[in-house]
């Protein structure tokens, strides 16, 4: 009997329904066990999202500060596979899951096991999994595959429907015309197949070309532009504004108030402002930059962790 463990934080159940189609194939075999492990913090952060809220876990969530997680309740039991399902926040890991993450039963869970990556989010996850991609490695895990379900809409629509849908939690067409929010039921229901895919190798042990065969069934799709956009937001301009209202205290301190709200108006303002200038600028030096691109896409396509990039 194969032990299969599967971690993940959900707020909105979007991503637990993910995970649960996802175990499909390895719940209806009989030489598979499956466990979910729910990972919980010990303050929740709610759900629909208030506005202040919402921004105040950005710095904690941009600068990888963890928060106080519940123990899981999984004694010393031994897996074969481990899948670490998580969303984005602000270019990383949600809080709850990194917090997972620098845990010690992390370490105690991953090392020299297999590991899948599972990402239900919007459409900005890449910088999120190159971190989490080290953390699993200086956990001792081994990623052999990544599965990234993402918002289909384009960027603009996709944070429109997203607001909606994070601080209403309602699932269905903002204004009557708006797409739904968030990854479509479609892909919900078939990741299914990903489960099928990832049992398949595991039965053969074929591990080792399994995230090829899981980039032909599209679990992957890297956007150059957004890469480019996640660069400079998550990599300079998110650490500016993270450190400038972190060095006024801790989440929720009365003291780092109006920073967060001096972030609150920037941020729509990058958004609506900052990056579509940002994409002028990457079609015009698109054409100069195509074999780096095409590295690019090829290597956050992959497992492996490289550092020369
Ligand atoms: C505070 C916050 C920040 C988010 N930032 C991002 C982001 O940077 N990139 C992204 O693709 N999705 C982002 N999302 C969307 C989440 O990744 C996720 O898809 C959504 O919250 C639904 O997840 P759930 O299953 O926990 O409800 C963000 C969500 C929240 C709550």
Redesign the pocket.
């Known amino acids: 009997m194969n032990k299969i463990l599967i971690l993940y ?8 329904e993910i995970v649960k189609n996802f175990a499909i194939p390895f719940v209806k075999s009989n030489n598979y066990s499956v466990t979910y492990a729910n990972i919980e913090p010990v303050k929740e952060y709610g ?1 629909p ?1 208030k506005g202040y809220e ?1 921004f105040d ?1 950005f710095p904690e ?1 941009v600068n990888r500060i963890p928060c106080k997680i519940k123990p899981l309740d999984l004694g010393d039991e031994d897996f074969d596979l481990i899948v670490f399902a998580y ?5 990383s890991p ?1 809080i709850p899951s990194n917090s997972f993450l620098l845990s010690d039963q992390a370490k105690r869970i991953f090392k020299d096991k297999p590991v899948i990556t599972l990402l ?6 890449i910088l999120a999994q190159e971190y989490v991609k080290n953390k699993i490695a200086e956990n001792g895990g081994r990623l052999i595959g990544n599965i990234v379900l ?1 918002d289909r809409a384009e960027n603009l629509t996709g944070i429109v429907t ?1 607001s909606y849908f ?1 601080f209403t939690g309602k699932k269905d067409r903002f204004l009557g015309f708006f797409p739904k929010p ?1 990854i479509s039921q479609k892909d919900i229901d078939e990741s299914e197949k990903f489960g099928e895919i990832i049992k398949n190798h595991f039965d053969n042990k074929t591990l080792e070309n399994l995230q090829d065969n899981l980039l032909e069934h599209k679990a992957v799709k890297i956007n150059p532009y957004l890469l480019s956009v996640e660069k400079t937001a998550a990599e300079r301009v998110f650490k500016i504004w993270a450190n400038f209202i972190l060095k006024k205290g801790g989440p929720a301190n009365s003291e780092r108030r109006t920073r967060v709200n001096i972030f609150r108006w920037y941020f729509p303002f990058a958004i609506l402002v900052i990056a579509p200038l940002k994409y002028v600028f990457f079609l015009i030096f698109a054409p100069f930059r195509i074999r780096k691109s095409r590295e690019e896409v090829k290597y956050f396509s992959q497992v492996k962790l490289m550092s020369n990039l």
């Open positions: 934080y959900s707020q909105s159940g979007q991503l637990t759900f999202w919402f876990s969530s969303t984005a926040w602000y270019m949600s239900g989010v919007r459409n900005m996850w993402r997203i994070l968030g």
